[in-house]
C-alpha cells in the first residue's frame, strides 16, 4: 500500500506544505521548513489532534465571560464533547489564569485563559 | 480662562491594546515619564477578545491565546508601573511646537490637556462596512463585523446567530468561522472575492477543512435580503476583474451576515493633523523609528499598517518607544539623509517608508500576488532570501543590517523574483 | 366645553405636526397611534431633507401643494426654534447644463411669481460660482432659490413628538389600527392589536398605508397608493467636497432632480432616485446596484469633483407615498362624520408637514364646526439633548462638572457620550416608547451614524439599553430584531439535549 497526500502545517504562521507519502516503510514527509513539520505530518495522517477554546459565561466578574482551552490537544473526533462539556457551565468571579474550570474530557481539561476580577 | 486639569509627559501612547502596552512598558523602562490613554473601560484591547491561539511565537517562542498573550503584558505593567487611564478619548492633538504637543483628553474626571514632547498613536484598526464594499439590499438586523461578532461571543457571551454567511476569507474572518462552527451554529460560507484566500493557510486548514465550511473564492456577496433579520444573501462569480459574472447568481439562506472585508488603519486624528499618508497601508508614511512626517509623532501596530501577527504590533510599540527615546534625548530625530524605501516587483507595501542606514531595520512587506518558488531582493544592499512561497496574508520580515544599509546610497528596493526571472 | 377626542393613525412627521397643533387646545384629547416601536420610521426617516421653496410646484394642476409648500417653508423657521431642530437654510442651486434644460428651468421662476417664493432667480456662470465653487464649472446656470433649507427629519419628528407629549398628546406606539369602526354614521375609534380606541375624530396620517385606513372607512375609493423608491449615498463627515448650497439637477420628463447636498450633520449626500414600485411594495426599502450607479453618473453633472467612491459611508433607500396624480388627498369627512384623510402627502410633504397640520385644523373646524378653546399654558419649546460633540473643550469639561456621564465617549465616530444615551433612553420612556431600540437611540443621539458605522459602539449602546431596562443584552432590539439569538451556549445546549434524549 502507498498513499500521497499534501498538509498544510498549522504550528506556525509558515504554514507550510507538507508532501507525506505513506507506505509499509512508514511515512516519509517532505516540504517541512523545520522538525516539527513532521511530528505534525505524523500526527495528523494516524491521529489528528486539536486545541479546542471557547468562553463560558461568568457571574459577578468585571468582565461577564472567562476563555478556556484545553490543557493539551484533543483527538479531532473529540472536539463536540468537549465543547458538549461546556454547554451548562457558568462560574463565579474570581477566576485565576490557568484555573483549571472543567475536568477530565476526553482525556484533557479546560484551562482559563483569561483572568476575571470581581466586579466592583 | 480655563482652570483645565494640566500635565507634562514625555510619552503620551493614544490606545491601550497591544502595541499601545508594549509601547508604553518599554518608554517607561527608558526612564521616560509617560501615560497611556485607552478608550474602553478596560486595556488589552483587540487579543483580549481572540480566545484563541497563534499569539506570542515570535516574542515569546511560545504558543499563547490572545488572552493569554495580553495577561503577559499586564503583569509587565503592573510589575513597572506603568501610568495609564482607562475610558479617556482623545478628543483633539495640537502641534504647538517640535518639542510640545498637546493631547485634549476626556475622562470622566473632566478634560484633561496632556502636554507632551512625543506622542506614540496606537489606536489600531476599524473594519470595512458592508456599505464600503458595495453589497446592496436591504439592511435588517443580523449584519455584524467580525469584531463586533467577536466583542458580543467572547467577552459578553451573547451567541449573535445560528446560520452565518461570512464575508471575506482574511483571518478574522476565518477565526470566527471556526468560533460560530464550535458553539454549534452553522456557517454555511466563506465568501471571497479574491482567487485566494485573505488568510494564513493554517488558518483555511484548522477553522474551514476542519469543520467542513465552503471556502468559496472569487465569489462575492452582491446583495441581502430580509425584512426584520437577515434571510439571504445572492452570491455571485467574478472574474479577474471583480466584476459579477451574469447568471452565476444563487442565494444562500442564513440570519446572519459576518463581514470580516478587512481592516483599515484608525487615523482620524493624525488626519486632521495633515499629516503624510501612504495609500498602500491607508497609515501613515515613517522613518524606521516609526516617526511620521510630523516631528515626534509616532505610530505603531494597526494604525500603521494592517499587521498578521500581534507579535509585530508589539515590536512596533517598542521600536516607537525607543523613536521616542532619541527624539527626546536629541531634541528630535537628527538630521539624517533618509533613503526610501521603495517597492519592486510584486511588493504591494512596505513600512517603514524611509531609512537613515545609521541603525539595523526590519522591514515588513506584503505581496501584491501569490507566486511560489520566489527570491525576496533587495538588490542595493545585496540582500537576498529564497521563498518557497509568498502569500499577501503573510507578510514577509526582512531583518537588514546596518552594515548592510550602509552600502545603500539613494534607496532601497524590495522586489520579489521568480528563480527563473530574467529582468 | 365640549371635550373632542381626536385619534391620530401614524407618528410620522405629518400626524406629529397635527399632534402639535391640535395640543394647542384645551379641550381636544390627542391619542396619536404608531404601529413600529418608535415615531418617524416610515416615509419620515429617508429622504432628501430639503424644506423646499415652493418654485417647483406648479399653481395650476397642484394649486394645494404649491400654497402649502411656501407656507411649510416660513413656518418650518419658527418650528426649528422653538423645537431646537438641527436646520440650516443656505438656497438651493437647480443648475442647468444644456439650453433646453435651460428652458426647462425658466418655468420655475414663472411658478416662483405665481406662488410667490421670494428671491428666486437665474444666476449664470460667475455668480453661480461665486455661490457655489464645488459645482461643475461646464454649468451654465441655475435657478437660485435662497429660502430653501435642510433639517434633520428624523429629529424633527422626535422633537414635534417630545412637544406635543409634553402638551398632553398620549403615544401609543406598536399599535396598528386595522379598522375605523363607524356607528350611525359618525367614526367612534380604532381597533387597534392593543384593543379598541375610542375617538370623536379620526385622522389618517399613516403615510404608505394610508389609502388602507381611507379603503376600510370607504371614502373616496378610487385613491391608492403607489411606492415611490428614493435611493440614496451618504459620505463620511471628512470627505472634503461639500457644497453649502442645496444643489439639484433640472427636473425633466425622464428623470426627477437628483439632490447633492451637504446634510446638517456634515455628510455630503446624492439622491433620491425615483422608481415606482408595485402597489404591495411597501416595505421595498433595498438599495440597488442601478440606483447608485445612477446617483453616482447625476452627480458628475453636478459637482466639479466627485469624493473618493470608497468614502461612501452608507447607502440607503426610502419609499414616498405617491398618489393618483401626485394629488394630495387632505380632507375631513361628514359622511361619516368625523374621518380625515391626510394621505398621498408626497414632496413637498415634509416642506408643507406645519401648514398641512394648520390646514387640516381648518377643515376640521369648518366641517365638523368644532368649538375649540386655546390652552392658556401651552408650552411652545422644547430642548435638544445637550451634546458633546462639535464644543470646546471648555464647554465640555463644563458638562462633565455636571455629569461624569459626558466624559465617557461610546462612540469615537461621532464623539456621543454615556450621558447623551442615557437620556435619549429617558426622553424615549418620557414620550411612551415601550422597545428601546439601538437604532431609535442612533436617531437621537448619532452613536452608529459615523464611519464605522457602530462596529465599535453598538455593543456599548446595547449594554447600556440592557442595564437601563432590565432587558438582557441579546434580547435588545436593534431595528427590529434582537441584537443576539441567545446566550453563547444556546446551540450547544439544544445539541446536548438532543443527544441525550
Redesign the interface.
Known amino acids: 500500500m502507498h498513499t500521497e497526500l499534501e498538509l498544510t502545517c498549522i504550528l506556525c504562521p509558515m504554514s507550510c506544505t507538507l508532501k507525506v507519502s505513506i507506505s509499509d516503510a512508514g511515512i516519509d514527509v517532505r516540504g517541512n521548513q523545520c522538525a516539527k513539520g513532521v511530528e505534525y505530518a505524523k500526527q495528523e495522517v494516524t491521529n489528528p489532534v486539536r486545541h479546542v477554546m471557547t468562553?463560558?459565561?461568568v457571574r459577578g466578574g468585571d468582565i461577564p465571560?472567562v476563555s478556556l482551552i484545553t490543557s493539551k490537544p484533543v483527538p479531532k473526533n473529540c472536539i463536540?464533547r468537549v465543547?458538549?462539556a461546556?454547554?451548562?457551565?457558568e462560574l463565579e468571579a474570581p477566576i485565576e489564569l490557568g484555573q483549571v474550570v472543567i475536568k477530565d474530557v476526553c482525556g484533557t481539561s479546560l484551562v482559563a485563559t483569561r483572568r476575571v476580577r470581581k466586579a466592583t | 480662562m480655563?482652570n483645565?486639569i494640566e500635565e507634562r509627559y514625555d510619552v503620551v501612547v493614544i490606545g491601550g491594546g497591544p502595541a499601545g502596552i508594549a509601547a508604553a512598558i518599554r518608554a517607561t523602562e527608558l526612564g521616560l515619564k509617560t501615560i497611556l490613554l485607552e478608550?474602553r473601560d478596560v486595556l488589552g484591547g483587540i487579543p483580549l477578545q481572540c480566545v484563541h491561539p497563534g499569539f506570542g511565537l515570535h516574542y515569546f517562542k511560545e504558543d499563547l491565546t490572545g488572552t493569554q498573550f495580553i495577561h503577559r503584558f499586564f503583569e509587565r505593567m503592573e510589575r513597572i508601573g506603568v501610568e495609564y487611564i482607562t475610558?479617556a478619548?482623545v478628543?483633539?492633538i495640537e502641534y504647538r511646537d517640535y518639542m510640545e504637543k498637546v493631547v485634549?483628553t476626556?475622562?470622566?474626571?473632566?478634560?484633561l490637556?496632556l502636554y507632551s514632547k512625543t506622542i506614540i498613536y496606537t489606536v489600531g484598526a476599524?473594519?470595512r462596512?458592508?456599505?464600503?464594499i458595495?453589497v446592496?439590499?436591504?439592511?435588517?438586523?443580523?449584519i455584524?463585523?467580525a469584531?463586533?461578532a467577536q466583542?458580543?461571543?467572547d467577552i459578553?457571551?451573547?451567541?449573535?446567530?445560528?446560520d452565518v454567511v461570512i464575508i471575506g476569507s482574511g483571518d478574522v474572518g476565518l477565526i470566527m468561522a471556526r468560533r460560530f462552527a464550535l458553539?454549534?451554529?452553522r456557517v454555511k460560507a466563506v465568501i471571497e472575492i479574491m482567487p485566494y484566500p485573505g488568510g494564513l493557510m493554517r488558518n483555511v486548514v484548522q477553522c474551514l477543512r476542519d469543520f467542513n465550511i465552503p471556502l468559496l473564492l472569487s465569489h462575492a456577496v452582491?446583495?441581502i435580503?430580509g425584512?426584520?433579520?437577515v434571510e439571504k444573501v445572492t452570491v455571485v462569480k467574478v472574474d479577474e476583474g471583480f466584476r459579477p459574472i451574469p447568471g452565476t447568481e444563487f442565494e444562500i439562506a442564513c440570519?446572519t451576515v459576518v463581514i470580516a472585508a478587512g481592516l483599515r488603519p484608525n487615523i482620524?486624528l493624525l488626519?486632521r493633523l495633515s499629516i503624510a499618508i501612504d495609500p498602500a497601508t491607508g497609515g501613515p508614511m515613517v522613518n524606521e523609528l516609526l516617526e511620521t512626517s510630523i516631528p515626534g509623532i509616532f505610530v505603531a501596530g494597526n494604525a500603521l499598517v494592517i499587521n498578521d501577527l500581534a507579535d509585530y504590533v508589539v515590536e512596533q510599540g517598542e521600536k516607537a518607544a525607543e523613536g521616542a527615546k532619541i527624539f527626546i534625548e536629541n531634541s528630535g530625530i537628527p538630521a539624517e539623509e533618509w533613503k526610501p524605501v521603495k517597492r519592486g516587483r510584486n511588493i504591494r507595501l512596505a513600512i517603514p517608508h524611509y531609512i537613515s542606514g545609521e541603525r539595523s531595520v526590519t522591514i515588513l512587506a506584503r505581496v501584491a500576488k501569490p507566486e511560489q518558488r520566489v527570491f525576496v531582493e533587495v538588490p542595493e544592499v545585496g540582500y537576498k532570501t529564497f521563498h518557497m512561497a509568498v502569500r499577501p496574508a503573510e507578510m514577509i520580515r526582512l531583518d537588514l543590517s546596518k552594515d548592510a544599509l550602509s552600502k545603500a546610497e539613494k534607496s532601497v528596493t524590495i522586489e520579489v523574483k521568480p528563480i527563473a526571472y530574467r529582468a | 366645553m365640549h371635550r373632542y377626542r381626536v385619534a391620530i393613525v401614524g407618528a410620522g412627521i405629518i400626524g406629529a405636526s397635527i399632534a402639535r397643533i391640535l395640543s394647542m387646545y384645551e379641550n381636544i384629547d390627542v391619542s396619536l397611534i404608531e404601529k413600529e416601536p418608535d415615531v418617524g420610521w416610515g416615509v419620515s426617516k429617508a429622504n432628501t431633507a430639503v424644506i423646499h421653496p415652493g418654485h417647483e410646484e406648479d399653481p395650476k394642476s397642484y394649486p394645494l401643494r404649491a400654497r402649502l409648500c411656501k407656507e411649510g417653508n416660513e413656518l418650518w423657521r419658527e418650528w426649528v426654534r422653538e423645537l431646537d431642530i438641527p436646520a440650516k437654510w443656505p438656497g438651493e442651486l437647480m443648475v442647468f447644463t444644456s439650453d433646453e434644460e435651460e428652458k426647462a428651468a425658466e418655468k420655475y421662476i414663472e411658478f416662483a411669481k405665481v406662488n410667490k417664493v421670494p428671491g428666486v432667480r437665474v444666476v449664470y456662470r460667475e455668480e453661480l460660482r461665486a455661490l457655489e465653487p464645488t459645482v461643475n464649472p461646464d454649468a451654465l446656470g441655475a435657478v437660485y432659490a435662497p429660502t430653501a433649507g435642510m433639517i434633520s427629519p428624523m429629529e424633527a419628528v422626535i422633537a414635534i413628538v417630545e412637544n406635543a407629549v409634553e402638551n398632553g398628546v398620549k403615544l401609543f406606539t406598536e399599535t396598528e389600527v386595522f379598522n375605523v369602526r363607524v356607528s350611525a354614521n359618525r367614526v367612534i375609534g380604532v381597533d387597534t392589536n392593543r384593543g379598541f380606541i375610542e375617538a370623536d375624530v379620526v385622522i389618517n396620517a399613516a403615510g404608505l398605508y394610508a389609502d388602507k385606513i381611507s379603503n376600510v372607512v370607504g371614502v373616496d375609493t378610487w385613491f391608492f397608493i403607489k411606492p415611490r423608491r428614493g435611493e440614496y449615498l451618504l459620505f463620511d463627515e471628512?470627505v472634503d467636497i461639500k457644497p453649502t448650497r442645496i444643489l439639484h439637477t433640472v427636473p425633466t420628463l425622464v428623470t426627477k432632480g437628483v439632490y447633492v447636498v451637504t446634510t446638517v450633520h456634515g455628510n455630503l449626500m446624492i439622491g433620491p432616485t425615483a422608481e415606482d414600485l408595485p402597489v404591495d411594495a411597501r416595505?421595498a426599502?433595498?438599495?440597488?446596484?442601478e440606483g447608485?450607479e445612477y446617483l453616482w453618473r447625476e452627480a458628475g453633472k453636478i459637482l466639479k469633483v466627485l469624493p473618493p467612491r470608497?468614502r461612501?459611508?452608507?447607502?440607503?433607500a426610502g419609499l414616498r407615498p405617491e398618489p393618483p396624480n401626485g394629488q394630495w388627498l387632505i380632507k375631513a369627512y361628514d359622511s361619516p362624520w368625523g374621518f380625515v384623510n391626510v394621505a398621498g402627502t408626497r414632496s413637498p410633504g415634509l416642506t408643507a408637514a406645519p401648514a398641512i397640520a394648520l390646514h387640516v385644523l381648518e377643515q376640521m373646524r369648518s366641517v365638523f364646526d368644532l368649538r375649540l378653546v386655546k390652552k392658556e399654558k401651552w408650552n411652545p419649546f422644547r430642548k435638544d439633548i445637550v451634546r458633546?460633540r462639535n464644543r470646546s473643550?471648555?464647554e465640555?469639561?463644563r458638562l462633565?462638572?455636571t455629569n461624569?456621564?459626558y466624559?465617557?465617549?461610546l462612540c469615537?465616530?461621532r464623539?456621543v457620550?454615556k450621558a447623551e444615551v442615557v437620556e435619549a433612553i429617558k426622553r424615549m420612556k418620557a414620550i411612551g416608547v415601550k422597545t428601546i431600540t439601538v437604532d431609535g437611540i442612533k436617531f437621537r443621539t448619532y452613536a452608529g451614524m459615523g464611519?464605522?458605522?457602530?462596529?465599535?459602539c453598538?455593543?456599548r449602546v446595547a449594554?447600556l439599553v440592557s442595564k437601563y431596562t432590565g432587558v438582557p443584552?441579546?434580547s435588545v432590539v436593534?431595528?427590529?430584531?434582537?441584537?443576539?439569538?441567545?446566550?453563547?451556549?444556546?446551540?450547544?445546549?439544544?445539541?446536548?439535549a438532543k443527544?441525550q434524549g
Open positions: 468562553v463560558v459565561r465571560t463536540e465543547m458538549e461546556t454547554a451548562y457551565v | 480655563s483645565l478608550n475610558s478619548h478628543h483633539s485634549n476626556i475622562t470622566r474626571k473632566g478634560v490637556r476599524r473594519e462596512t458592508l456599505f464600503e458595495g446592496v439590499g436591504d439592511r435588517p438586523d443580523g455584524y463585523t469584531g463586533e466583542t458580543m461571543m459578553y457571551g451573547v451567541l449573535p446567530g445560528k458553539e454549534g451554529a452582491i446583495s435580503a425584512k426584520k433579520r440570519d482620524d488626519e | 471628512d416595505e426599502t433595498l438599495t440597488t446596484r447608485l470608497s461612501v459611508i452608507r447607502t440607503f458633546v473643550i471648555e465640555i469639561d462633565v462638572e461624569p456621564d466624559g465617557e465617549i469615537y465616530c464623539m457620550s464611519k464605522c458605522q457602530g462596529s465599535f453598538r455593543w449594554l443584552l441579546e436593534v431595528k427590529r430584531g434582537s441584537y443576539g439569538v441567545g446566550d453563547v451556549k444556546l446551540l450547544l445546549r439544544g445539541r446536548a443527544g
